[in-house]
Antibody, heavy 125, light 107 residues
Framework: QVQLQESGPGLVKPSQSLSLTCSVS??????????WTWIRHHPGKGLEWIGY???????HYNPSLRSRVNIAVDTSNNQFSLELSSVSAADTAVYYC?????????????????WGQGTMVTVSS | DIQVTQSPSSLSASVGDRVTITCRVS??????LAWYQHKPGKVPELLIL???SLQSGVPSRFSGSGSGTDFTLTISSLQPEDVATYYC?????????FGQGTKVEIK
């Protein structure tokens, strides 16, 4: 059974960088083709897609965060990471890591995804 | 980038009511649309993908429809456990944008 678990500091000071790690257990990240994704939920607001890194090394980020974000995959340690620079209070949120894999058929498609439990990050001095 | 507009932002309905949430996207995404349910303190749950494909374990009172630019999530008979915020998500092309969310409450 594949599981994802986020880890990282729960409190970050404004203007510093936020760094989170998602540890994957139950399967090797080197097997299969997946989108290793980060999503966040601001308190009292909506879900926000941050971006992904695909197995080929391709990354794609939310345009509103592109200048500050980096997602990296470390298959040797079976984990992937999120780094968000120059944070402010607006980056306070629950951060989720997600693995998504697509399946294509003759007449359609599907996907499967697995979410971590989420980790709360507060930006405050 | 594709824009996603979800409505209404909130609704209040009685138990047993039929509830409809709409999602409009700014360009044709075929059926590359998903619906999620998010309860406070919980991980978002995937309800529907490919616009209308109900995920295993999701009650049959949930259904999705639409293609192209206009999509709908319907709860045929609202239950107390359906109180949550619902989101649509475009995944045709990145960024995989979420709608703004619809908060569903019981009247």
């Amino acid at each position: 059974q594949v599981q994802l678990q986020e880890s990282g500091p729960g409190l970050v000071k404004p203007s510093q960088s936020l760094s989170l790690t998602c540890s994957v257990s139950g399967a090797s990240m080197s097997s299969g083709s997946y989108y290793w994704t980060w999503i966040r939920h601001h308190p009292g607001k909506g879900l926000e897609w941050i971006g992904y890194s695909y197995n080929t090394g391709t990354t794609h980020y939310n345009p509103s965060l592109r200048s500050r974000v980096n997602i990296a995959v470390d298959t040797s340690n079976n984990q992937f990471s999120l780094e968000l620079s120059s944070v402010s209070a607006a980056d306070t949120a629950v951060y989720y890591c997600v693995r998504r894999g697509y399946y294509y058929y003759n007449i359609g498609h599907s996907f499967s995804e697995i979410w971590g439990q989420g980790t709360m990050v507060t930006v405050s001095s | 980038d594709i824009q996603v507009t979800q409505s209404p932002s909130s609704l209040s309905a009685s138990v047993g009511d039929r509830v409809t949430i709409t999602c409009r996207v700014s360009q044709d995404i075929s059926n590359y649309l998903a619906w999620y349910q998010h309860k406070p303190g919980k991980v978002p749950e995937l309800l529907i993908l490919a616009a209308s494909s109900l995920q295993s374990g999701v009650p049959s009172r949930f259904s999705g429809s639409g293609s192209g630019t206009d999509f709908t999530l319907t709860i045929s008979s609202l239950q107390p456990e359906d109180v949550a915020t619902y989101y649509c998500q475009n995944y045709k092309n990145a960024p995989w944008t979420f709608g703004q969310g619809t908060k569903v409450e019981i009247k």
